[in-house]
């Protein structure tokens, strides 16, 4: 909690606390820092700055995301907080973390390749059923139950899962 003796420092630290533990709407396992969506967050003459990238251009999480994160700032003593969008570099699924990675599988979604992120649009690369690890598994729908995912399918198990395809 911010207090009148609070250093630019110790507020930079507070505000990442606060913003990091605000969820995508989307996939409300995944903080905005699992998603490496939270890029920065400065202090200026005592004014909290937060720096995020969307996800993808037009998300519309990404207003909620900025609402949440005034929320949460406003909620540990920092009211006048601005949220500003970079644009670019724009965002890739590399940049989550294995935390978030990790808590998406347990979700049921089948995280991210990295480094490969461009190939799922050509349907070259192989996605691996969170449900039992198999790569047996085919595309059923490019679009599931919002725009970042796809809707596959485990051959092995049979059972469907979504497929995280943001970039
Ligand atoms: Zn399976």
Known sequence: MVTAGTNDSALRELAWAAAAQVVDPEIPVLTIADLGV???VSVVDGQ???AITPTYSGCPAMNMIALE???ALAREGMPNSKVRTVLSPAWTTDWMSDEGRRKLKD???APPQTGG???ALFGE?????????STN???LSEFGSTSCKALWRCIACSEPFDYFKCH
Do not use: D, F, K, N
């Open 38 to 40: 939270l890029r920065e």
């Open 137 to 139: 598994t085919e595309v």
């Open 107 to 109: 979700y049921g979604v």
């Open 117 to 119: 992120g461009r190939r």
């Open 69 to 71: 994160i005034e929320l």
């Open 125 to 133: 690369q192989q996605v691996a059923c969170p449900q039992c690890g």
């Open 48 to 50: 909290v700055e937060v």
